[in-house]
């Protein structure tokens, strides 16, 4: 994410802290000043939020490190004033997990909880909440540090998509209905939820924090929602769909000439090359056309420009598949084979206007 800086490199994945964290501590230092607190009090308050943070890290390791055990990397996780995120590589493919990914995070907290628990009774026997006004100091540390995980666990809990709680439902929901309606359906839940946070923070909470919350909900809900569905649509839609069947076949003696030519109609860009079997032996790329313009070497046989570095893709396979292949080799052009017999050809523009068609 833009803005942010990595503070630490945990399991090999990057800590990051957005810039709006540096507003948290001005908070902290402002809400010392105005309350009256000792340069003490003002530490201790300090050393609270860290405390805190250090548990939702711990939360977001919790979503990290249960993706992994189902073979889902994590980008980085991102600290924000409004809390972690976990920015996963992608979905676990089978809902359960999904499931199990979701819950790992206020998992985390319920385990804090309880291994604070000892000291919590140890230390409640001093605390005396009516005299909390002092803030915090040594005797209620640790009872606000346990009340505020179970807090967390609870706020996460609640089904407002894509915060965890939603993110359960989603995955119980995609069990029955599939995972497009089931976001759909989460999704609107979502922004309900992020509707009445906005409302009660603006009417009775009057909590700034919990209208960023429900803004940041809303807004990524949809977001969600959409990459969902683009994501099957990749999956689901073949080559066969979308492949241009209608292209032009340059033989291996065919000139450069003759490649130029078509080029500057401006229809096609990159060619294939075919043998007698009307199979593809060869790519002939934009830029070495334009080579061969510069060099004047337009009667050399398209044989000597082309380039054989390439994969058919097969007509069955899926878009999102094809996409991959031409981003990471490069591809300007790749053909398409159905039983080993040369069908279509693909381009990166074909899958972009596919994209924008089916918004
Ligand atoms: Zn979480």
Redesign the pocket.
Known sequence: MRGSIQIAKLFNIPVLVHWSFGLLAFFVLWEGFSNDLSWEGTLWLGVFVLALFLCVVM??FG?ALTARRYGVGTRDIILLPIGGVARLDRLPEKPIHEFLVAIA??AVNIAIVLALSPLFLFSVVSFNVTSNAGGINAQNFIPLLVLLNVMLAIF?LIPAFPM?GGRILRALLSMRLGRVRATKIAAVIGQLFALAFVVSSILWVKSPMLALIGVFVFLNAWGEARSVKMNSLLDDTKLSDIMKTRFTRLHPHDTMHTAIRIMEMGAEQNFIITNEAAQSIGILHNEFIKEAMSQRDGNAPVAVYMSKHYEPLQAQDSVRFAAMRIQTNGYSIVPVEKDGQLVGVLDMKMIQEFLKENK
């Open positions: 939360h977001e979503h995070g206020p996460n965890d």
